[in-house]
């Protein structure tokens, strides 16, 4: 489900997304993407990030990091 949303925000296959992708390898995901995908995150799965954790998460990875340390399996 994580995968289809980020898809779905960066307009690119599910297929491409890994828990390596994220701004320095994918040229859609710029900084306002990176903020209107938080706030779909934030949103879907019913968290809230702090602003230190939104600017600490760079990949795929570490966004399903913060949401485990959330209690969230993404």
Same mark, same amino acid.
């Given at each position: 489900? #994580? =995968?289809?949303?980020?898809?779905?925000?960066?307009?690119?296959?599910? $297929?491409?997304?890994?828990?390596?992708? !994220?701004?320095?390898? #994918? =040229?859609?995901?710029?900084?306002?993407a990176h903020i209107e995908l938080? $706030?779909?995150?934030?949103?879907?799965? !019913?968290?809230?990030?702090?602003?230190?954790?939104?600017?600490?998460?760079?990949?795929?990875?570490?966004?399903?990091?913060?949401?485990?340390?959330?209690?969230v399996t993404a």
């Amino acid at each position: 489900m #994580l =995968a289809e949303l980020l898809a779905d925000h960066l307009d690119v296959p599910a $297929t491409d997304i890994t828990d390596d992708t !994220g701004p320095d390898n #994918l =040229a859609s995901w710029t900084s306002l993407a990176h903020i209107e995908l938080i $706030t779909a995150v934030e949103s879907v799965y !019913g968290v809230r990030f702090t602003s230190y954790e939104i600017q600490s998460i760079a990949t795929v990875g570490s966004l399903r990091g913060a949401l485990r340390d959330k209690g969230v399996t993404a």
